[in-house]
């Protein structure tokens, strides 16, 4: 009955535990098109895009203003392009979910 009892709490412990543990955001790819880009003149590079980024504000933050222009010349390539970009999103799950406002992508590529 003891043991029981024991199995029965540290089930119900694993249980509860598993509800409140934050969940893995492995990251998703997502092409998308850039709608907008800024070069703020704190060196860094806002933008929207059409999907992922189009109810508030991503960043390209690369740590340096050197690298966040070259951030922002390929969002402007592909605008002037029409072309669409992919984004490497760690914060999301799917394409379909929005970013948090300032998120910045962990890489981009052109397809």
């Given at each position: 009955m003891k043991r029981a009892l024991t199995r029965a709490v540290a089930a119900?412990?694993?249980?509860?535990a598993s509800l409140h543990a934050p969940l893995a955001s492995a990251g998703v790819h997502c092409?998308?098109?850039?709608?907008?880009a800024i070069y703020h003149?704190?060196?860094d590079v806002y933008?929207?895009?059409?999907?992922?980024?189009?109810?508030?504000?991503?960043?390209?933050?690369y740590g340096t203003a050197e690298k966040n222009k070259t951030g922002l010349a390929m969002l402007l390539s592909a605008k002037l392009a029409e072309r669409p970009i992919t984004f490497f999103w760690s914060?999301?799950?799917?394409?379909?979910?929005?970013?948090?406002?300032y998120a910045s992508p962990g890489y981009?590529?052109?397809p």
């Open positions: 119900a412990v694993v249980a509860t092409t998308e098109k850039v709608s907008l003149q704190n060196g933008f929207q895009t059409d999907n992922t980024c189009s109810t508030g504000w991503c960043q390209i933050n914060g999301i799950n799917s394409c379909s979910e929005k970013n948090v406002l981009m590529m052109l």
